[in-house]
């Protein structure tokens, strides 16, 4: 299937969850023209996490914030890390924000021992939210 909003939509009115899925990992930029359909697929218990890191990608504050009204796991690993983590190397400050807010676990450490702190260090991120993430590390 390509990847459009006619394909999108489709496979929402279908209830194809594996085709909604799969045009969003394909077509990330999709999940912009989508808030209404959004709320509507969550509101009726459609996972959230399945496009969480297609969301963070793409810094989409709007359609975060209404995944993260449905509680979805936000420490499971996708491409090898948390979504806290992909936030902080693609330098998505305002879905990171909202992940911290959220309640993100930052104790993940890659095979090399970088934790959150390493990473946005590295990707010189701002130095408010170096400290931040300082901040929140040592609280847990």
């Not at 390509?2 to 999709?30: G, I, M, Q, R």
């Not at 793409?58 to 806290?84: H, Q, S």
């Amino acid at each position: 299937m390509k990847p459009s909003k006619t394909a999108l939509f489709k496979a929402a009115k279908s209830w194809d969850v594996t085709s909604l899925t799969a045009l969003l990992a394909s077509a990330p930029e999709l999940i912009d023209a989508t808030d209404p359909l959004v709320k509507m697929l969550l509101k009726r218990g459609a996972r959230a996490d399945n496009c969480l890191f297609a969301v963070v990608w793409n810094d989409n504050v709007a359609v975060l914030r209404e995944i993260l009204k449905t509680g979805p796991p936000l420490n499971e690993f996708g491409e090898g890390e948390p979504a806290v983590i992909s936030a902080i190397r693609w330098r998505k400050l305002k879905t990171l924000g909202m992940l911290l807010d959220a309640g993100a676990d930052l104790s993940f450490r890659d095979a090399k021992g970088r934790d959150a702190v390493a990473f946005a260090k590295h990707k010189k991120l701002p130095s408010s939210i170096l400290a931040r993430l300082q901040k929140l590390q040592a609280i847990t």
